[in-house]
């Protein structure tokens, strides 16, 4: 990531832009994001390609990681008590907001991380950092493992609301 981000401002006003992507020439692993101000991607990694769309999610989109168990571990970055924003997890307080309305009415909620549910769409516990009391749509997606083309069908509603904003749809 970047502290100078005025300067990043100052380099893209260059140029007509919607986002901004920071290439970092390393092959180390690692990338970042921040809805509505820049992302980051490595671009020699074996996973640069990963990195770079799950990035892109949380920069364009504002989707939240769907991971929890990894050594980016932040306890209550989302309280229970409120719905997260971010339109890719729930915390159950309020998921009428959410993918309420894509889910069949015979998934349970939660849903077990079964392989009868393994390809569904459901509410299944684990995410946002935490193993507990955060729930995400589908058992994996490229928001929570290296996956370079594999967006659940929240992720990707999501993103296509984000594209239908910028093209004024
Ligand atoms: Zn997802």
Redesign the pocket.
């Known amino acids: 990531m970047t502290e100078e981000y005025k300067d990043v401002r100052d380099l893209a006003a260059n140029a007509p832009y919607d986002q901004i992507y920071i290439l970092v020439n390393t092959d180390k692993y690692g990338g970042g994001a921040i809805y509505n101000y820049y992302a980051t991607c490595v671009n020699f990694n074996i996973h640069s390609e990963y990195v770079f769309v799950h990035e892109f999610g949380h920069a364009f989109a504002f989707?939240a990681d769907?991971y929890y168990t990894s050594s980016t571990a932040y306890n209550d970055f989302y309280p229970k008590l409120y719905e997260p924003l971010e339109p890719?997890i729930t915390t159950l307080v309020d998921f009428d907001s959410k993918w309420k309305d894509l889910i069949k009415e015979d998934t349970p909620i939660p849903t077990p991380a079964t392989k009868e549910f393994e390809k569904k769409l459901g509410v299944f516990e684990g995410g946002g950092y935490v193993e507990k009391g955060v729930y995400?749509?589908?058992q994996d997606?490229?928001?929570?493992s290296i996956s370079v083309d594999d967006?659940?069908t929240?992720?990707k509603r999501a993103i296509q609301r984000m594209i239908d904003y910028y093209t004024g749809k």
């Not at 997606?141 to 929570?144: D, F, L, Q």
């Open positions: 989707l769907e890719n995400r749509p589908k997606c490229s928001m929570k967006y659940c929240v992720c």
